[in-house]
């Protein structure tokens, strides 16, 4: 159950920074968030994404009935987002280890920490 809350406060603070600095969060990627459009995008899939998955995680530690589906698919989406991470490495190859790599294995521990906080 620990684990879970650990990885929750991880997405609580991804999903806090994405609403708070939507263009900071990004700037490590290349990525200028200028216009009302993209702050907004940024603060939707970065800020409430990270802060309701936050959320579930909460829930479902304390919830034994939604536990280890609402953790596993929390993993699964963690691997997903490494997976696209090694796609990029093939299309695009970024040599550089932060921000792609770093992010790759947060994406990985973390999904790995929920998998066997469950099995």
């Known amino acids: 159950?620990?684990?879970?809350?650990?990885v929750a406060v991880f997405f609580a603070g991804m999903g806090l920074f994405g609403l708070a600095a939507p263009a900071a969060l990004v700037q490590p990627f290349g990525i200028q968030a200028?216009?009302?459009?993209a702050r907004t995008e940024v603060?939707?899939?970065?800020?409430?994404?990270?802060?309701?998955?936050?959320?579930?995680?909460?829930v479902a530690?304390?919830?034994e009935?939604?536990?280890r589906g609402a953790v596993i698919a929390v993993a699964v989406?963690?691997?997903?987002m490494a997976a696209g991470r090694l796609v990029?490495?093939?299309?695009?190859?970024p040599a550089a280890f932060y921000p792609i790599w770093f992010y790759f294995w947060v994406?990985?521990?973390?999904?790995?920490?929920?998998?066997f906080a469950v099995n």
């Open 34 to 37: 200028t216009g009302p459009h």
């Open 77 to 80: 989406a963690l691997a997903g």
């Open 65 to 67: 009935g939604i536990r």
């Open 61 to 63: 530690a304390i919830d």
């Open 88 to 93: 990029g490495r093939v299309v695009d190859r």
């Open 1 to 6: 159950m620990i684990a879970i809350v650990v």
């Open 43 to 58: 603060r939707a899939v970065y800020g409430g994404f990270g802060l309701a998955i936050a959320a579930l995680l909460v």
């Open 107 to 115: 994406e990985v521990v973390l999904a790995a920490v929920l998998w």
